[in-house]
């Protein structure tokens, strides 16, 4: 599990604006996300504990992915209409 923090985010996000990889909302959490010219695929999570948030990939990177970069921004998305709909 990879704790994600402001600057590793951004490298990932600025990496997949580049890629610019296909994201499939599975569930809340969870992404399917695509590179359009290879083909691959990765399943990407997210997590929260105690107010931290953790990322999961299950491609071969160590480290904060393009992945992640890319299923972030639906996942903030989704996060916001949660709250709103549990308040
Ligand atoms: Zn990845």
């Known amino acids: 599990m990879l704790e994600i923090t402001k600057e590793s985010i951004e490298k990932a996000i600025e990496k997949a604006r580049i890629t610019k990889p296909k994201v499939k909302v599975i569930q809340f959490r ?8 290879t083909g691959a695929n990765y399943e990407v999570t997210f997590t929260k504990i ?15 992915c393009y992945h992640i970069g890319a299923s972030i921004g639906a996942h903030i998305v989704l996060a916001e209409q949660m709250s709103r709909q549990t308040v």
């Open 30 to 37: 969870l992404y399917s996300v695509t590179n359009k010219t």
């Open 50 to 64: 105690a107010g931290r948030k953790f990322a999961d990939c299950t491609c071969p990177a160590t480290k904060i």
